[in-house]
């Protein structure tokens, strides 16, 4: 079946260290994104990718990096640079299809600074 | 200004009721429209699109209000497993490029037996 996998499912990062959040589809879509969710609030939109070896800063890309070298695949690192990483990390993924433009969701990766 | 925005709520309710949200959107210029539902702890999940006309899917009934850029939903015959956190989404086209979603900050609802 297809779909979209992220990895890990809980994440547990020491101050001052990088980490790497994995981000992978089969559904063939063309489009990916990451947001982040943090309790009671709505998702923030961190990068987002539309082509292979291209990407967009969101709203909030600071601390954040991210690569596109492969359709299948968006990983987003978590940099020492950003001071409140703790969160819920979504990656999603779409068709550019005009008459079926809908995001199908990653199950998250739940990040913590310990 | 929020490109969405949604009374959160919380909305309780009886098994049973109808319940209504709404959501209005600021860009005119937004061409498709979406509510998610989202469960506590999990990701969203695209629960219907939403049409000029209005569609309907089963207990839920979806309307498109372009003048007032207003987006509504309604369940009926609320059950138990309707307790979610509803989310209003809208597309921005951006012309030659499809745009990015936005979304609104959700409704929660809490159906009680």
């Known amino acids: 079946d297809g779909g979209i996998t992220q990895s890990p499912k809980y994440l547990f990062r020491k101050e001052g260290q990088n980490v790497t959040l994995s981000c992978e589809q089969n559904?063939?879509?063309?489009?990916m994104y990451w947001y982040r969710q943090d309790p009671g609030q709505g998702l923030r939109l961190i990068y987002y990718s539309q082509i292979v070896n291209d990407f967009q800063k969101g709203d909030i890309a600071e601390g954040y990096s991210v690569s596109r070298e492969k359709k299948e695949s968006f990983p987003l690192t978590v940099t020492s640079a950003q001071k409140n990483p703790t969160a819920f990390y979504l990656c999603a993924s779409s068709a550019l299809d005009r008459a079926n433009y809908g995001y199908t969701f990653g199950s998250g990766t739940r990040l913590t600074v310990v | 200004r929020k490109e969405v925005e949604q009374d959160p709520g919380p909305f309780n309710v009886p098994e049973g009721a109808t319940v209504a949200f709404n959501c209005t959107y600021s860009n005119s210029a937004s061409q498709s429209f979406f509510w998610y539902r989202q469960d506590c702890r999990k990701e969203p999940k695209l629960l219907m699109s939403v049409y000029s006309s209005g569609n309907e899917d089963g207990r839920f009934t979806a309307q498109l209000n372009r003048a007032s850029q207003y987006i509504s939903l309604l369940i009926r015959d609320s059950k138990l497993s309707d307790s979610a956190t509803y989310l209003c989404v809208v597309n921005i086209d951006r012309g030659s490029t499809l745009g990015r979603l936005y979304f609104g900050r959700g409704t929660q609802l809490t159906v009680w037996p």
């Open positions: 559904l063939n879509h063309d489009a």
